[in-house]
């Protein structure tokens, strides 16, 4: 059976392997969290891109092996489940991994609304609200009238936001004053590393591959190639971002407009056109995020709520529509933009998906053997990760403590709720069984 469905599964190229992995990272998280980067680090911002680039391009290396030897739609959570079983452990990354999706709509919603406010005059709270719920309203709606919607425009949106920033780092590379990057520009070691840690979240989407795996022709071969291609790629063009961006507007004048700072890395090469194109481009950018977001989301919740980690609610679906995981999507997402401001919710998010990353890459170190890693990449992977989340935590509880304490609050939540539904729902707390 699996072979003739394979035979009529319409295959993906390397190509688009490598597309889906760039285009799950250059979302709305370059728009959002380039300000901070810049407020933090100051001269020392391509850094703080290098640095959260290794520990993507390492967990990368773990996404590649086990994608290969566990080719699945499930992606993270079957590794996850893979090494560590079906138990509180799995479980409660299941519900995080959920919850940090949700987070992460949050950021392109808010993000949306920074870059859609510079096209007005007069701005104010109501109209930010506003923004932010428009941003998040319409793309439920098209995720709850077809799934065939979502897909269709995703290709053209990701191949116009590369070039729109290939070109503002094309025709901004001229106006670089390098003197801007001397280390008399650098904020502290502790504060460029940490920044690192907080834009994170802009490399999150390259593990989106695993999900299409058992779709990417030669998986093998393939595989392996697009995340590494995929993730060094977006590396580069952050670099080159920060450095145009840095190198062309004053650091006071980012810190001053960190909401919407990728629009005035244009304005020296292309004046106020470059500033509203790239303005159009965010806001094409974190849209388009947030409808793909809430797709997978929704999916992820039907796929763990089968799984039976998550109320049946999750799996009411019509028309192949999950209804009920697009309608909870929308209703915790409106709820979570609307009260953090734009940092705080890059902070949770980067801190999120370290955590699952750091997960992954102990699953790989755990299954090293049967999936042909060497065991000293993963090894690192999983101390940089760990230690990346460590230091990103550390200065969060410096700077904005309530950050932490919503982030500890999603974790505490997603084990408690793993606790009681497997105790009093599945009968169980530690291990499913399977009829």
Not at 40 to 63: D, E, N, Q, R
Not at 99 to 114: E, G, K
Not at 181 to 201: L, Q, R
Request: with cysteine; aromatic share 12%.
């Amino acid at each position: 059976m699996k072979e003739k469905e394979g035979a009529y599964m319409k295959k993906i190229t390397l190509f688009g392997a490598i597309s889906i992995g760039i285009g799950g990272m250059v979302g709305g998280g370059i728009f959002a969290v380039l300000g901070d980067a810049v407020s933090l680090a100051h001269g020392a911002t391509p850094i703080t891109f290098f640095l959260a680039g290794v520990i993507a391009f390492l967990t990368a290396y773990s996404y590649a092996k086990l994608s290969v030897a566990f080719q699945s739609r499930g992606g993270t959570v079957i590794f996850i489940d893979k090494a560590f079983g079906h138990n509180l452990l799995s479980g409660s990354v299941n519900l995080m991994l959920w919850l940090s999706y949700l987070v992460t709509i949050s950021l392109y919603a808010v993000a949306f609304a920074s870059y859609g406010a510079t096209f007005f005059s007069h701005t104010s709270s109501l109209l930010h609200h506003l923004l932010i719920s428009f941003a998040i309203l319409l793309p439920a709606v098209i995720n709850l009238l077809s799934a065939s919607l979502v897909g269709k425009s995703e290709t053209f949106i990701v191949t116009i936001k590369v070039a729109i920033l290939i070109l503002v780092i094309a025709l901004g590379m001229s106006h670089v004053e390098y003197t801007n990057f001397s280390p008399s520009h650098y904020e502290s070691s502790f504060s460029i590393v940490a920044a690192g840690m907080i834009i994170f979240v802009a490399y999150e989407g390259f593990e989106l591959i695993a999900n299409a795996a058992q779709s990417i022709e030669e998986p093998s071969k393939n595989l392996p190639r697009a995340f590494f291609l995929s993730v060094g790629i977006v590396i580069l063009l952050y670099i080159l971002i920060a450095v145009v961006t840095v190198g062309t507007v004053n650091v006071q004048k980012l810190i001053e407009a960190k909401e919407y700072a990728l629009a005035l890395a244009a304005e020296p090469s292309l004046g106020s056109f470059g500033f509203t194109l790239v303005a159009v481009a965010a806001l094409l950018s974190t849209f388009s995020a947030i409808n793909a977001t809430i797709f997978g989301n929704a999916r992820l919740g039907y796929v763990i709520a089968k799984d039976g980690e998550l109320p049946t609610l999750f799996e009411y679906e019509r028309a192949q529509v999950p209804i009920a995981g697009v309608l909870l999507t929308l209703f915790f997402s409106l709820i979570l933009s609307n009260s953090i401001n734009l940092e705080a919710i890059a902070i949770i998010a980067s801190a999120g998906f370290l955590l699952i990353f750091f997960i992954v890459n102990l699953s790989a170190l755990k299954l090293y053997k049967s999936i042909n890693a060497n065991r000293y990449i993963v090894s690192l992977a999983s101390l940089l990760s760990f230690l990346a989340l460590c230091i990103l935590l550390l200065h969060t509880y410096k700077t904005n403590p309530k950050a932490v304490t919503i982030f500890l609050m999603f974790i505490v939540s997603s084990v408690v709720f793993e606790l009681l539904y497997g105790k009093m729902v599945r009968g169980h707390i530690f291990q499913r069984k399977y009829s």
